[in-house]
């Protein structure tokens, strides 16, 4: 749930706010995540359509073809989808961009694809407009239909800067080119520097990596690897 606070940074009139999410869907359908109202109900259905009957909001997802789908919940209107060209079986971080207008006045989310965290994107994969009243928003959900999904790295902002988590004088965001396999993917963030303060990763299923706790003027330097997670791990 958010807080009255963050509701009123985060959806006023006028305003603009960020979401991301590493999103991949390995097999199955009717996966997403949702900004909304609190009458959405994750357990009454198990398709996108009945996912929030009665409730509004901007999300991420996909259905049966397996494509990367901008999301809006109009309690008048039901849902409408409008998909990419992207597939969802390759780990994607996916940002949106949410316009907000005065009720009367259509809202709007810009979906992209991010390839570069420094830089803000210009070229939505997807854009969808509903008429919402954002003012009741104060839920974060997700749904998945019994398959193999990942929703990773969930980050709420009024700007690209914030939700992309940035590099400061203390900790660095990267992000890996995502690779594929059919029996999953592990990645392995390595600091070759040795300067004190710098941290491995650890193999794991995200694509991206935040070291903290850096030093200030200090070089790091990392490297990644990338595993199936095979037996046999070529």
């Known amino acids: 749930l958010l807080s009255p606070e963050a509701q009123a940074a ?21 996966a997403g995540i949702v900004i909304g109202t609190d009458t959405f109900d994750v357990a009454s259905s198990w398709d996108l359509t009945g996912y929030a009957s009665g409730g509004e909001g901007f999300g991420i997802g996909s259905s049966e073809d397996e494509l990367v789908t901008a999301l809006a919940y109009d309690n008048a209107g039901g849902l409408a989808e409008v998909d990419s060209t992207l597939d969802t079986l390759t780990a994607r971080l996916l940002a ?10 259509n809202d709007t989310m810009y979906l992209y694809n991010v390839t570069d965290i420094t830089t803000e994107p210009t070229t939505p994969i997807a854009t969808i407009s509903a008429d919402l009243n954002q003012a009741n928003f104060n839920r974060v959900a997700m749904m998945h239909n019994g398959n193999t999904v990942t ?13 992309m988590g940035g590099n400061s004088n203390t900790n660095i965001t990267m992000v890996a080119t995502a690779a594929a396999d059919t029996s999953g993917v592990e990645y392995y963030f390595d600091e070759t520097s040795g300067n004190p303060g710098g941290t491995d990763s650890g193999w794991q299923a995200s694509p991206s990596y935040i070291d903290s706790g ?21």
Request: no cysteine; net charge negative.
């Open 96 to 105: 949106a961009k949410i316009v907000w207008n005065p009720n009367g006045i």
């Open 151 to 163: 929703f990773d790295e969930i980050r709420i902002g009024n700007s690209f800067a914030a939700v």
């Open 10 to 30: 985060l959806f006023a009139n006028g305003s603009t706010m960020w979401f991301s999410v590493l999103y991949e869907l390995l097999d199955g359908f009717n």
């Open 214 to 234: 850096l030093l200030a003027d200090t070089t790091y330097t990392y490297t990644v690897t990338a595993s199936d997670t095979s037996a046999a791990q070529n």
